[in-house]
């Protein structure tokens, strides 16, 4: 048997010892981990099959997670496994709402995808953890903050270099739609790289608003490499975080008008530049607000047959459970479609009550971040506005990024190391 390890509480940064400080560069370590295999599975879906893949990415991510929480445990016995109360508490009645779901469906469509209750599990894992951090921290900020800016500046790299078609290797998820080079990175899909990047640069803002300004040079280059993905997602993010971080007070009103002023201009320079497509940046992001625009027209019309799908059912339980997403086999999308909204998406697969009861649980979490980063809330706000228009919510890099979001907030104040 290993000797047991000294119990003591989690002190705060100002106090720390030697042990709380290695277990919580010790514990970055596994959580750098976890970021790296939620952006990395284009390298593992090269060699290997799409759902060993995912397999594999979820060990990753979850393994690492895991081990966080019971090392932490293992110091602190005053630490609870399982949030008892709070967003992730309450996610509970979600996943109840999902099991009625899943269980009404097969009677109404004879058919139902059990997978579904995974995405919503893992979700789960990754708002209890968030949780977990939020009331003890057992991480260092700077490991796990500059770790993760360094992944998501090398998917942007990568990404960059997909698009001028010079990356040696041709790993999945790429595509040339509209006449457009949309990069996969290393996430295996188009969809999915430019949220991971967006967010990463959401997140270097904040840092640089909570004075550490070397973020800025990261945040500068992330935002570049958001508008060259073409990604009408990404610009979204980019945006909402952006510009409602103008409302705080009259000096960041200042500091956002010069980021955005900025950001434009990037758009504009860009745009000039990058010559392997036929449209412009300027012309891919102002298609935003044009229903008949390339994606748009399609997306209305999903919109419309998503709509019409819904009945007084939806009210309190889904009546799609796993068939409207995603996660379903291709022969379950070929036959029912997805909606492309993630809260539509979830009005039918777990009704309007459990909708509300999934966005509250993120609402809750943003509600206990720290009064002195403020900021992280915006971050949080503008990737449930993004989620509007994709459903990026069962999206596993997007949910990581979100929670790598909370944890940034709950450990910027409890930093070890800058």
Partial sequence: MPPAIASFPMSPATALTAREIALRRSNSVLFAVAIAAAGTRGIIEAVLDRSVAYVVQLFFICGPLLWIEYRSRRVDPGRRWLPLRGPAADFGWVIFLSVVSMFVTPVI????????ILVLVFTWLLLAFAVQQLRRPTLDFAICFWSSTLIACLLAVVGILQQVLIFPFELPGYTNLFDVIRPPSLTASYLHYPLVIAIAACNCYVAALNGRRLALLPMVFLVAATFGSFSRSGMLILFAAFGLSMFTDRRQFVRSVVVLGVTLALLFVLSTMIDSSTISLVDRLTSSV???????????AIWTNAIDKLSWLNVGIGTYFGLITNSAS??????????ESS?????????LVGTVMFYG??????????KTDRYSQFVLAAAAVQSAFYQSIEVIPFLVMIMATAVFAATSQHETTR
Avoid at 290 to 298: A, F, I, K, V, Y
Avoid at 343 to 351: A, D, F, T, Y
Avoid at 363 to 370: D, M, Q
């Fill in 290 to 300: 044009d229903t008949q625009s390339d994606g748009n027209d399609t997306r209305s």
């Fill in 361 to 370: 649980c993120f609402y809750r979490l943003a509600r206990r971040f720290p």
């Fill in 330 to 339: 291709e022969e379950l999308r070929d036959l029912y479609g997805i909606v």
């Fill in 109 to 116: 469509h004879d058919a139902v995808g059990f997978q579904y």
């Fill in 343 to 351: 809260p539509m998406q979830q009005i039918l697969n777990i009704g």
